[in-house]
């Protein structure tokens, strides 16, 4: 089953944020927990965790790119149960 | 909390690749949700923390009282300056209970500057010391507060109280004192903190806290670590300054890590009990560990 990734409400003034690094690369394996992206808020730069265990599909934001809170970010392809 | 919806704006100086946080976002949101429903303000959300992750993520928070509007407008504090908030009476119990079911062992609790009431806001410290130890007679309990004016009289009604560690923040060194700050003064909060350490229990610490990357030198860093001593300030908190904004006061400078390190040898060598010195350090950021330290358990 394909899951959809948003940007986390990161910092709590802020909604709009400088997207970092990939972490993962499409095709990569990802477990809940690993760093998935890095983002730069107001405040600080955030690595953001995956909340899913399967096989990350596409990325959706580049590198740099403004990006706002609650945007479609990234695929995972979720391990079937 | 307000949200005020602001965009992140590209700094001049982009922020060093080590001002980094881990952010789990199931873990925050059950925080968040949980704070919610306590209908208390958090400095953590307030003055947009960057550990905000972190804490929330290992189910602490640093509950900031009397209101989320603050009647002083420091250059570099990310809190809202506006019209106060009437005193909420009810606002001591839903702390005490926040505390308890959050389970925290180690509280801290700060507020906004309320130079609009005539105690200041020190009342309201005292009701939430007492409210918290009746509930949570084993959590130790840290009070940030403001200067009060540097009225002993004030100071002595939440020193009765007996919190575990009165902690009042220099913020910076004295000559940056009036770019920094707003109504507060480098001998007003050094008087208090020496009325404190004075006339406090021999069980209370006696906590300060400041900000680097304002554009202070280091002989001004040790003259202020010397002032502390001089009236035996128990522990230093050192972090980085992010400026909020770029209406706030502006960032001179992303201190290495070799500074920090350097300033955390200097401060323990003068003789404070613990030093945290470390770019993310915040006030009240694992402030537990002081009393571990000085404790040792």
């Given at each position: 089953m394909l899951k959809e990734v948003h940007m986390p409400k990161l910092s709590p003034k802020s909604d709009e944020y400088f997207f970092g690094t990939w972490q993962k690369q499409p095709g990569?394996?990802?477990?809940q927990g690993d760093i998935?992206?890095?983002?730069?808020?107001?405040?600080?730069?955030?690595?953001?965790?995956?909340q899913e265990d399967g096989i990350l599909k596409a990325q959706l934001v580049d590198?740099?790119?403004?990006t706002k809170v609650g945007d479609l970010v990234a695929t995972i392809e979720v391990n079937e149960e | 909390m307000k949200?005020?919806?602001?965009?992140?704006?590209k700094q001049e100086t982009p922020k060093p690749t080590w001002l980094k946080v881990t952010y789990d976002q199931r873990k925050v949101d059950k925080m968040t949700h949980l704070l919610d429903g306590l209908q208390l303000n958090t400095v953590c959300a307030e003055a947009n923390c960057p550990n905000l992750g972190e804490c929330f993520g290992s189910g602490t928070a640093s509950f900031m009282i009397l209101g989320p509007n603050c009647t002083r407008a420091c250059r570099f504090c990310d809190v809202p300056h506006g019209r106060p908030a009437p005193v909420d009476l009810l606002e001591?119990?839903?702390?005490?209970?926040?505390t308890k079911k959050l389970n925290l062992k180690h509280v801290v609790v700060t507020s906004v500057d309320r130079d609009d009431l005539p105690d200041l806001g020190a009342d309201q410290f005292v009701r939430v010391i007492n409210e918290i130890r009746k509930y949570n007679p084993e959590t130790t309990i840290e009070v940030l507060t403001p200067d009060f004016q540097g009225k002993t009289e004030l100071l002595d009604r939440v020193i009765a109280a007996k919190p575990d560690v009165f902690n009042h923040n220099m913020e910076t060194i004295r000559s940056l004192t009036p770019k920094v700050r707003y109504r507060a003064t480098y001998d007003t909060s050094l008087k208090v903190l020496a009325y404190v350490k004075a006339h406090a229990p021999k069980d209370m610490f006696v906590k300060t806290g400041i900000m680097l990357g304002l554009g202070e030198t280091d002989p001004e860093v040790y003259q202020l670590m010397d002032d502390l001593r001089a009236i035996d300030v128990d522990f230093l908190t050192i972090g980085q300054y992010v400026q909020p904004s770029k209406r706030h006061y502006q960032l001179r400078e992303w201190v290495p890590m070799s500074r920090y390190e350097q300033y955390y040898k200097e401060a323990m060598s003068r003789g404070f009990k613990f030093v945290a010195s470390s770019p993310l350090v915040r006030s009240s950021y694992k402030a537990r560990e002081e009393l571990e330290a000085v404790y040792g358990k």
């Open positions: 990569d394996a990802v477990k998935l992206f890095e983002v730069e808020t107001d405040k600080v730069i955030s690595e953001v965790q995956s590198e740099g790119a403004a | 949200d005020l919806h602001t965009k992140t704006v001591p119990t839903r702390v005490a209970m926040a």
